[in-house]
Nanobody, 114 residues
């Protein structure tokens, strides 16, 4: 079965960096686009970044230039490098894949605070 396991969240000061990773299993990883979403209390999940099978990336406008999504098909992982973090980036970050239906990871908390 499809499994997505996020890691790398934590507490960081404004201006700091974090690297999130999502380990995937149960499907042909290289054949699907991978996505990072985030959610704060009372708000809907928003797409932060996605990466296609060929490596083409999409970014939410507010993170463009600060976040970088990458994938390693051999390791079946998708990463999100987050630099110049700001308090408004505080959220639970989720990995998602659509293989005919959506599959989500359990999420990892990112808190940006001084």
């Amino acid at each position: 079965q499809v499994q997505l396991v996020e890691s790398g969240g934590g507490l960081v000061q404004p201006g700091g960096s974090l690297r999130l990773s999502c380990a995937a299993s149960g499907f042909t990883f290289s054949a699907y686009a991978m996505n990072w979403y985030r959610q704060t209390p009372g708000k809907e999940r928003e797409l932060v970044a996605s990466i296609g099978t060929g490596g083409k990336a999409y970014y939410l406008s507010s993170v463009k230039g600060r976040f970088t999504i990458s994938r390693d098909n051999a390791k079946k992982t998708v990463n999100l490098q987050m630099n110049s973090l700001q308090p408004e980036d505080t959220a639970v970050y989720y990995c998602k894949v659509y293989t005919g239906r959506d599959y989500w990871g359990q999420g990892t908390q990112v808190t940006v605070s001084s």
